[in-house]
């Protein structure tokens, strides 16, 4: 998840008052392999990241090399031709940054600076930002959040320069150097190890989720919500036990995308799991309440029936999710279409107070799913690994505009 300053738009800051088109933009480039993981706009600028290896613009028939991040105008579609960083490995994570930069987190290397799984680029260039040094070891970045003069970082990382801290880090965004007051950190994880998936910050709030079953000490199983307005900051009285539910033995972590509504008030979690029932939070979109007192149990669930959630954004107007799933309404269903299903195949919206699927069904072609939303005062942004999008080719990368 990203959060961004004023000017730039990011899941979870931006308001919709209505839900956006189901007719893409004929504008935006393709990108030809691999999978788009992650989306920031900076600026007029959108910057693409993720695993792939060649992009062409929507209306041009050149292919151009570009190593895990790219970026377009917005407007026109137009890639930039200066900005072609060479990164080895995956691109994860993308926040935009101040003075036309853009902060890149995975599992790359960058031989230009020596920057190891979190990056400061400038724009339009891709050049280093002098003076930005974080380099991540013993895991990488999937996760980045920023707002002011903090960034925050998740991953399943053990050390942010030489500063030891597990999974989850504050940062000074302009240095890099890691806050020695920000100690929280995720721990007791299902799996193999601790990681945080993705996180969403809002004014006084940070949500993680991840591989853990405890934050800063305190049981929070896969879900937590830190008062980063506190000062120091600590990890809030809010808990849900929720997702101590177990899913199929092949996902012991299964809480994957999460997003702010616009004005901070809630957010909504999507996940993974197995197609096991109604009773179970696996496959799932929920709603929880910020500032909900006690055991907070979700406001709504909704369910596919057995397919993968991987990415939601709350826009107010509507909470999109994403995945490869085939149906939402569909508690009753295991791998099947159950009383009351509707289809919305690769990609859907839920209406943010009921709970329900809105009618807005453009479709997409399901592959693995999508792994990034970006909305922004124009439209929605949507990243994912397939090329229908719509009803028409768009390879990876698509944005519904506001009617």
């Not at 693409?48 to 090399?65: I, K, Q, Y």
């Not at 999974?167 to 302009?174: F, V």
Request: charged content about 20%.
């Amino acid at each position: 998840m990203i959060l961004v300053p004023a000017g730039v738009a990011a899941a979870g800051t931006t308001k919709h008052d209505r839900v956006v088109s189901a007719d893409p933009v004929d504008t935006t480039p393709h990108v030809l392999d691999g999978s788009v993981d992650a989306i920031a706009l900076v600026g007029g600028t959108v910057v693409v990241g993720g695993s792939f290896g060649r992009v062409r613009e929507a209306r041009g028939t050149r292919v151009l090399e570009r190593y895990n991040l790219f970026a377009y105008e917005l407007s026109t579609g137009r890639i930039l031709p200066g900005f072609a960083p060479f990164l080895d490995r995956p691109v994860r994570a993308l926040a935009a940054g101040t003075g036309g930069t853009v902060y890149v987190g995975g599992e790359f290397f960058d031989p230009r600076s020596g920057a190891r799984g979190l990056a400061r680029l400038r724009l339009p260039d891709g050049a280093p930002v002098a003076g930005f040094s974080a380099p991540v070891r013993g895991g990488s970045v999937t996760s980045l959040a920023r707002r002011g003069s903090l960034l925050y970082a998740g991953g399943d990382f053990t050390q942010v320069g030489d500063v030891p801290r597990t999974a989850l880090a504050r940062l000074d965004a302009g240095t890099g150097a890691v806050d020695p007051g920000f100690t929280i950190e995720p721990g007791a994880p299902r799996g193999g190890r601790t990681r945080v998936y993705a996180m969403s910050l809002s004014h006084d709030r940070l949500v993680v989720d991840g591989d853990f079953t405890t934050l800063g000490g305190l049981s929070r199983p896969q879900l937590g919500l830190i008062d980063v307005g506190a000062v120091p900051a600590r990890v809030a009285g809010w808990r849900t036990g929720t997702y101590a539910a177990r899913c199929m033995d092949t996902f012991p972590s299964y809480v994957r995308g999460l997003d702010f509504a616009p004005d901070g008030t809630y957010f909504a979690v999507v996940t993974t799991g197995g197609p096991l029932g109604a009773r179970r939070p696996c496959d799932t979109a929920a709603r929880f309440e910020t500032y909900a007192e006690g055991e907070v149990r979700p406001t709504w669930m909704n369910h596919t029936g057995g397919d993968s959630l991987y990415a939601v954004a709350a826009t107010g107007a509507a909470v999109y999710v994403g995945g490869h799933q085939r149906w939402l309404d569909n508690p009753r269903g295991r791998d099947s279409a159950g009383p009351g299903a509707v289809a919305r195949p690769g990609i859907g919206a839920i209406h943010p107070a009921t709970g329900r699927a809105l009618s807005w069904n453009p479709t997409r072609e399901r592959g693995v799913g999508v792994k990034a939303f970006l909305a922004h005062p124009a439209g929605l942004l949507v990243g994912s690994d397939t090329t229908r999008l719509g009803h028409e080719y768009h390879a990876r990368v698509g944005m519904f505009p506001l009617p």
